[in-house]
């Protein structure tokens, strides 16, 4: 089975920056697709970014001109550099990836902005 890793989650002030970073491991295939979603408490999971195999990279409104979705498909590795940090940013983030025919999640790591 496929296991994604996280980390790079924490506690920052508004402004501030964080790097997530999301390695699968198990598996010697690049993903199709992978990504990261948030969710807030009391709100529903919500997409933040997405890169395809083919590079093509979509942002939700909020976040974009602030984050930065890359990947190494060599390493199956994504990320995502988040700056100028809002409270609004404040929830658990989950890495995701698509194989063909297969999907996994992490497990999420906390991401904090509060002044």
């Known amino acids: 089975q496929v296991q994604l890793v996280e980390s790079g989650g924490g506690l920052v002030q508004p402004g501030g920056s964080l790097r997530l970073s999301c390695a699968a491991s198990?598996?010697?295939?690049?993903?199709?697709?992978m990504g990261w979603y948030r969710q807030a408490p009391g709100k529903q999971r919500e997409l933040v970014a997405v890169v395809q195999s083919g590079d093509s990279i979509n942002y939700a409104d909020s976040v974009k001109g602030r984050f930065t979705i890359s990947r190494d498909n060599a390493k199956n590795t994504v990320y995502l550099q988040m700056n100028g940090l809002k409270p609004e940013d404040t929830a658990v983030y989950y890495c995701y990836a698509l194989w063909s025919g297969y999907n996994s999640w992490g497990q999420g790591t906390q991401v904090t902005v509060s002044s």
């Open positions: 198990g598996t010697i295939l690049s993903a199709n697709v």
